[in-house]
């Protein structure tokens, strides 16, 4: 990334800090843009701040958060080193999944932010998110444990901190396992199909309307 695409990508943070394009911005304490290293070669991608990410104004925080390092410190990387966004900047009400004419007025951030950081692993965290980017109804038990191509690069499934938190033992081995094969993507070449397709084929219109770069 150079000097230019860094400071855009603090006027883009500056942008999207007053935006109003869509409802979840009525309710809001403060924009998530996003969080660490605009040079990373491995970004995170959630669902949508929660709580204690609207209050602080920054992504997986809280036990999710502390979850999250653990997982990395473990790969020997720090939070720093990596870069975390969401699909959607502003928290929606009860922590619902976002709808989708909300995800048609925030994607343009996170777009622009993968264009300028350019990481060479994605990790989506949790199903939403792995639907949404993977243009796909399947569930995240399935997906994840493998690598997919996407845009030039590898998209990591795995499931969300909170879903470690809530379902023991098996669950964050398994975050581990998809932690291990980031890792060693990190230093392999990228995939050689530009995008993935859509996995699922039970139904096209569905698969269309989950799609983040249309």
Not at 53 to 74: I, R
Not at 100 to 127: F, H, S, W
Not at 180 to 203: M, N, R, Y
């Amino acid at each position: 990334m150079s000097e230019e695409s860094v400071r855009e990508l603090e006027s883009l943070a500056q942008t999207a800090a007053g935006c109003t394009a869509c409802r979840l911005s009525e309710n809001r304490t403060t924009v998530v843009f996003g969080d660490g290293d605009p040079l990373a070669d491995l970004m995170f991608i959630g669902e949508g701040p929660g709580f204690n990410e609207d209050q602080q104004g920054l992504p997986f925080v809280g036990k999710s958060g502390n979850l999250l390092e653990q997982l990395l410190d473990e790969i020997g990387l720090h939070r720093a080193d990596v870069y975390i966004a969401n699909v959607v900047k502003c928290r929606p009400p009860n922590n619902r999944d976002p709808q989708q004419d909300e995800i048609e007025a925030c994607k343009g951030y996170l777009r622009r932010q993968l264009e300028l950081i350019q990481p060479k692993v994605v990790m989506t965290l949790g199903n939403f998110s792995t639907k949404l980017l993977l243009k796909t109804t399947t569930g995240i038990t399935k997906l994840r444990g493998s690598a997919h191509p996407w845009w030039g690069r590898h998209l990591v499934p795995t499931f969300h901190p909170a879903a470690a938190l809530r379902g023991g033992p098996r669950v964050l081995e398994q975050m581990r396992e998809d932690f291990a094969l980031a890792q060693g993507l990190l230093v392999a070449p990228p995939p050689s199909h530009p995008k993935a397709p859509a996995i699922a084929e039970d139904s096209i219109a569905e698969v269309e309307q989950l799609g983040l770069f249309r």
